[in-house]
């Protein structure tokens, strides 16, 4: 395995285990709000969990579905979490997928719901990869043998693909040297933020020209314009940044001066609220190990969201007051 392949692997794994740990936080800050009846059980639960005994653990989340049928939306995201636990000796990430499965089909209106669908998204591709190394494992374990075979031939063939190695990372290094030389020679900041919702682009463009484009994700129902709180639309019109927020849910944000006179007037003759608050802000805190793969699906409530880094790199170039154009 090349050092590229290494690290990529290293860096997801990690960050994999920080999503798991920070959902688990999360769920054990619930306890004190919900579920009174079963809450005994529920602190046993934890406290097994805490201990490492995770079999013990799974039968006490397994009693309180029994008992309690109504929390049974918790119990199945938080099996879901320990069953995918990387600390887990016995980790099954298929029992994991059914857990998440089960809470988004029988409990649709759950609040655990968006969340299960992304550790159903991001469970997904964990087998995916876990396959993809395995073959390539296999692979490297194959050309290992070749080698101890084929003598000097292998050692010539090794000593290639060291150098495409060292070729492959030096040309990474020159990709991130180019992108700092763009921005460095970039001259002031952005007049006018473009979003092309058919196209799922945000261009930033200064005195005409194109700085640099990012791939969005945008409201869960896209089409058609914002028209009243709710409806989970991104807006169409002419807008600009008024505010921004450096202590956001999603990382950062920067906000749309949506509604418009057109908006309120719309949203009035239809005897509805416009709604407000639309950001282009970056991925849910805990997340952002989703990076680009965040685009894959319309998941905002009528955002435009693109990855943490790239939210700051918007927020760098875009002052408050710059014109943003959201068109169909």
């Not at 995201?77 to 089960?102: T, V």
């Not at 159903?120 to 290992?144: C, G, M, S, Y």
């Not at 970039?186 to 930033?204: C, F, H, M, V």
């Not at 416009?274 to 009528?302: A, Q, R, Y």
């Amino acid at each position: 395995m090349g050092k590229t392949q290494r690290r990529m692997v290293k860096h997801f794994n990690f960050f994999f285990v920080c999503s798991i740990i920070v959902s688990m936080f999360l769920c054990g800050c619930s306890l004190f709000h919900e579920g009174h009846r079963a809450k005994s059980t529920f602190i046993e639960a934890n406290k097994f969990f805490s201990q490492g005994d995770y079999t013990a653990s799974l039968g006490k989340y397994q009693q309180i579905i029994e008992q309690y049928p109504t929390e049974g939306d918790r119990v199945l995201f938080e099996m879901g979490i320990i069953y995918a636990y990387p600390g887990n000796a016995q980790k099954d990430y298929q029992k994991s997928l059914e857990c998440f499965q089960k809470l988004i089909r029988d409990y649709p209106e759950s609040g655990y719901k968006k969340d299960s669908e992304m550790m159903v998204f991001n469970i997904t591709n964990v087998i995916v990869k876990d396959k993809t190394i395995a073959t390539q494992q296999a692979q490297v374990e194959t050309l290992r043998q070749e080698v101890q075979n084929k003598g000097n031939v292998i050692i010539t063939l090794k000593k290639e693909i060291e150098a495409l190695e060292q070729e492959l990372d030096s040309k990474e290094t020159a990709i991130i040297t180019l992108k700092n030389e763009v921005f460095a020679l970039q001259k002031g900041p952005a007049d006018k933020i473009l979003i092309e919702k058919k196209d799922r682009r945000l261009t930033l463009i200064a005195k005409g020209k194109v700085l640099k484009t990012y791939q969005i994700a945008l409201g869960g129902n896209p089409v058609g314009p914002k028209e009243m709180q709710g409806d989970n639309k991104t807006p169409e019109g002419t807008y600009v940044i008024d505010s921004r927020n450096r202590d956001s849910r999603y990382h950062l944000s920067l906000r749309i001066s949506y509604p418009n006179e057109k908006d309120k007037k719309r949203a009035k003759q239809l005897g509805v609220s416009p709604g407000g608050d639309i950001m282009i802000h970056g991925i849910k805190n805990g997340f952002s190990w989703l990076g680009d793969l965040h685009t894959e699906v319309d998941w905002t409530k009528g955002c435009i969201a693109v990855t943490d880094e790239e939210v700051m790199e918007i927020d760098r170039l875009a002052l408050n007051g710059t014109i943003v154009e959201i068109r169909p």
